[in-house]
């Protein structure tokens, strides 16, 4: 029990665990025999809450040696406003607690608040007497501050203060300073005619000083320019003897520039010489001290051209390679303890922060700001800043800024180095000191330590999503004058960029930025640089109607407008599409999900559509009906096809992957759509299927070689299950058939998904679904010619696998003649393919520019391969693909056609099916004929790559030489 009761009086109960505490405490009159004396509980906890309550103790102690102890005693005891003050501050600053020591009647301010007016104290003084003064009283108001710092630390009762609040009060107190030291200076140089203004730069101007800063300065100075220079020079020796250093380097030309120079000489330099990193500083620039009106003009002369600065060329780039630079000077080992300059430090935030103000403070006056949290908030409240980002980023900036404060007024003494993780002393005491506490059976050093790591990553995170932003480089380069003109000037420029109604940009320009909501003022900032994009595609008009229709479309979607503006390309990207193509605006605006992807070009371009067809197939098979199955079905089919759209229009995908995507999307619809229908119908006839069904695509879909909008061409197979008869299981199949064709082709917002069954035996006559041994019966007695070489692109795509691929198999005796065709076989398909020329190309059309029937043609190339298959396929296993490019290639492997003619072939039906999928992406709509004029032709040549200002008729005659060669090709090879 005696040992329980010394751990209960010990002073370590309330922190106290130095040596000499005991002692201490007896002297200060706390401490009795039993522990604390009657009273001095509150005295005893207070110490206990402060920073280190052993300093704090060691401070008292020095106080009752040199002040007057009785009265400091009883007031510490009275005043609970005091106790927390006094105590806090000896727990966190030696250096305060020498200056209290050294100045015994100081202690008072604390308790009354009386601050010395700078001026004042050195009124009449001099020399040694007057930096004396000023230090004093400097650090008097220095002592102030940082009680009401402090104190709620530990009293709290005491009102946390903001941290900017702070650093304002800091701000102030070495505006005072600079004032006092020049008033010093004035003094001392006597009567004269010299106009000197006190420019203040960097933290000082941004009202954001630390307890410790140099003070950066500017001077200028008129009429007697000697005595002007006599009096900065002193003016700063004074302040740096007194309270800081004044730090005039950042005047033009440096340290080896004058230290002061006239408004013109001023003017002259930024004007000629000044470098971008100038620019930046001068944004902080105010007046603090000396001649008003020679500062205002000062102000009047500068701030037209920092708000000029971001056209200058490579200005972004200049302010990165910066920031950059400025992080490799710092040592590798300190480089994440480094608050100031490391990664994830100060810097990363201001240099974020001024990037963003120089860019778009052009043309918005509420961006031009010093303060770096005030303009943050700005930049978060005109939309240029995610609010998350610019909450998170000004929260993490100021916790950083805590820490600054916290560790410099330890000592008085300008740092930035976060404690080593190994230190436990120091990094306790720093977590005490910026009010972190313990938390969930973490110490308070540990808790710091996550906090730090947490702010900092953040940070940096947040610094390289904004420092580096595509958008800002864009932004900069549209030249300033642009971003504020009247509507006169904006239409004169609206033409000049290439719109052919100036008039109609401004009305949608109008309408989108209208109003003073956030929406409208992120598309303030966006549309200067959109329009700049748009006016290098094929139709600026056209694109800014898309663009806003497309805004109206997702005005509710939250993540839209902030998607274009942090993420530049996908704002470059977005401006190719929409004036490049009418049918992709009108598929994002019913996919927006897809416009998310425009910012990753793997997840844009590289998705397997094996993967894309299984993900729909899962997620349509979740609907147990039919109509559900197909809405599901419509809208992912809708999403991929403008997904496999904008990743081809923007030249990531080639032409044989876009048209197996396309393909594999239209299958994997066939898949779902046929279960949910076999689903739906097992249960009209009693829970069970009557027959197994297989879909068979053809033609384009058989050969996996769709293209936008294409229908898809199928036949259906039947097979009756165990106990039930042909006729029953036809009849059910039918019904599934017509349920899914039904669905599939009801209307919706989306155009129909046409199943086009018209290559069936029979063609439309004939019924909708046969068994296998009825396709076989028929293709041995009744086919011709036609439908064999239809067959040739027979692949199984949906239904029962198994049946699927014995109708494959059985088909081959068809489509692969045993001894291949005969003359008259040859001479029929030469024939049909002489009539297909003559009757089916449309009336007007141009058979050179043609893509499908025009010579050269889609046409010719695929009944070129489908003849050498019908003729060779039965002993050339490799010609029996029903891919086109497949069947080239095994044709030029197999001596059939040389390698030349097989070149010329592969080019023309690439080309060909690059063109026909580009000009119904360029129309809205399918088409197959290449436009010969206007912005249609400029779009589908730009969509294939040839550069904007390139002359379009280059790319139609190229188009016409590649089909008249491959047509020559066809001449030789199909019709002999």
């Known amino acids: 029990m005696a040992d329980r009761a010394r751990t209960v009086t010990s002073p370590a109960r309330f922190g106290l665990t130095d040596d000499r505490a005991d002692a201490a405490l007896r002297a200060v009159g706390w401490w009795g025999d039993g522990g604390p004396v009657q009273g001095a509980e509150r005295l005893l906890a207070a110490l206990s809450r402060s920073p280190d309550p052993n300093l704090a103790l060691r401070g008292i102690d020095r106080l009752r040696e040199s002040g007057p102890w009785t009265e400091i005693d009883a007031a510490l005891r009275d005043d609970v406003r005091l106790r927390g003050k006094l105590i806090a501050v000896l727990g966190a600053s030696t250096a305060l607690a020498d200056f209290l020591v050294a100045n015994p009647d100081s202690w008072r301010t604390l308790s009354t608040g009386d601050r010395p007016d700078l001026i004042a104290v050195v009124e009449g003084l001099t020399g040694p007497d007057a930096v004396k003064a000023l230090r004093a009283a400097y650090r008097e108001q220095l002592l102030l501050i940082a009680a009401d710092d402090l104190g709620h630390l530990v009293e709290p009762e005491l009102a946390a203060p903001a941290y900017d609040d702070v650093a304002a009060r800091l701000t102030t107190l070495a505006e005072e300073a600079l004032r006092a030291a020049l008033v010093v200076a004035q003094t001392e140089t006597g009567p004269n005619d010299a106009r000197l203004a006190v420019i203040a730069m960097g933290k000082c101007g941004g009202r954001e000083l630390n307890y410790v800063s140099d003070v950066d300065v500017v001077f200028v100075g008129e009429d007697d320019l000697d005595v002007a220079t006599r009096l900065a020079s002193r003016m700063m020796t004074v302040a740096g003897a007194a309270c800081f250093e004044v730090d005039a380097a950042l005047r033009p030309e440096g340290k080896a520039g004058a230290l002061v120079r006239t408004l013109e000489g001023h003017t002259a330099y930024y004007r000629r010489w000044a470098r971008t990193w100038e620019f930046q500083a001068l944004l902080k620039a105010r007046p603090v001290a000396g001649d008003a009106e020679l500062g205002a003009a000062y102000l009047d002369v500068v701030r037209p051209m920092v708000w000029t600065a971001a056209d200058r060329d490579g200005f972004v780039a200049d302010v990165q390679k910066m920031r950059r630079r400025v992080e490799e000077h710092v040592p590798a080992e300190l480089v994440e303890r480094e608050l100031k300059l490391g990664r994830g430090g100060l810097r ?60 410099q007024l330890q000592k008085l003494r300008r740092t930035h180095l976060f404690p080593d993780e190994n230190d436990i002393f120091d990094l306790r005491w720093l977590a005490r000191a910026a009010g972190v506490r313990p938390d969930r059976g973490r110490a308070e050093e540990q808790v710091l330590l996550s906090e730090f790591r947490r ?32 509507a006169t000037e904006a239409a004169a420029r609206l033409g000049a960029l290439g719109y052919a109604s100036p008039e109609g940009a401004l009305n949608h320009i109008s309408a989108l930025t209208s109003g003073v909501s956030r929406r409208a003022a992120i598309q303030g900032a966006l549309l200067p640089v959109l329009l700049d994009l748009l006016a290098h595609t094929p139709d600026p008009d056209g694109g800014l109607l898309s663009y806003r229709k497309m805004s ?15 993420e530049g390309a996908v704002v470059e990207r977005i401006a190719q599409l929409l004036g490049t193509s009418k049918l992709v605006p009108e598929m994002v605006a019913r996919a927006p999900e897809v416009l998310r992807l425009l910012a990753d070009t793997n997840e844009l371009a590289g998705r397997d559509p094996g993967e894309v067809a299984h993900s729909l197939r899962t997620a349509v098979g979740r609907h147990r009906d039919l109509r559900g199955a197909v809405t599901a079905a419509r809208s992912l089919r809708r999403h991929e096809i403008a997904r496999v759209a904008c990743a081809d229009l923007l030249g990531l995908m080639e032409t044989p992957v876009v048209c197996v995507a396309l393909s594999s999307v239209w299958v994997a619809v066939l898949q779902s759509a046929l279960a949910a229908a076999e689903r739906e119908k097992a249960v009209e006839h009693g829970g069970w299927p009557k027959a197994k069904i297989a879909i068979i695509g053809m033609g384009r879909l058989g050969g996996a070689e769709l293209g936008y909008n294409s229908d898809a061409d199928v036949m259906f197979v039947c097979e009756a299950v165990e106990g039930v008869g042909d006729d029953e299981a036809v009849k059910f199949a039918s019904s599934v058939v017509e349920s899914l064709r039904r669905a599939l082709g009801a209307p919706s917002q989306d155009p129909p998904l046409e199943v086009d069954v018209g290559l069936r035996p029979q063609g439309r006559q004939g019924p909708l679904v046969r068994t296998l041994n009825s396709y076989v019966a028929y293709y041995r007695q009744w086919s011709e010619v036609w439908e064999a070489q239809a067959l040739l692109r027979a692949a199984f795509v949906a239904g029962d696998a198994d049946l699927g691929i014995r109708f494959v198999e059985a088909v081959n005796e068809f489509r692969y003649p045993k001894g291949g065709l005969d003359t008259t076989s040859v001479r029929e398909i030469r024939r049909i393919k002489a009539r297909v020329d003559t009757e089916r190309l449309p009336r007007g059309a141009d058979p050179t520019t043609h893509t499908k029937l025009g010579r050269g043609g889609l046409a010719d190339i695929e009944w070129t391969v489908q003849l050498l298959q019908l003729q060779h396929a039965h002993e050339i296993p490799a010609l029996r693909t029903t891919a086109t490019l497949e069947g080239l290639v095994a044709a030029e492997q197999a001596d059939l056609i040389t390698s030349e003619d097989a070149a010329e072939l592969r080019a023309a039906w690439l080309l060909a099916t690059s063109v026909r999928n580009a000009a119904t992406l360029v129309r809205g709509k399918q088409t197959d004929q290449v436009p010969t004029s206007g912005r249609e032709l400029l779009a589908v040549a730009s969509a294939l790559g040839y550069p904007s200002d390139a002359d379009p008729g280059e790319f139609l005659d190229s188009y016409r030489r590649t089909t008249r060669r491959a047509r020559a090709v066809v001449e030789r090879i199909f019709y002999d």
């Open 455 to 486: 702010h900092a990553n953040r940070v940096r995170r947040l610094h390289e999503k904004l420092f580096y932003r595509p958008l800002l480089e864009a932004v900069a380069n549209v030249p300033t004058e642009a971003l504020r003109l009247t």
């Open 348 to 407: 990363d935030v201001e240099f974020a922060v001024q990037l963003l103000q120089l860019v778009h403070g052009r043309s918005d006056d509420t961006l031009r700001l010093g303060s770096t949290t005030v303009a943050l908030a700005a930049l978060g409240a005109g939309g240029y800043v995610g609010r998350a980002d610019a909450a998170g980023l000004g929260e993490s900036y100021r916790f950083l800024r805590t820490l600054e404060h916290r560790l």
């Open 552 to 566: 109206e479309a997702l005005a509710t979607t939250p993540w839209y407008l902030r998607l274009l503006r942090d």
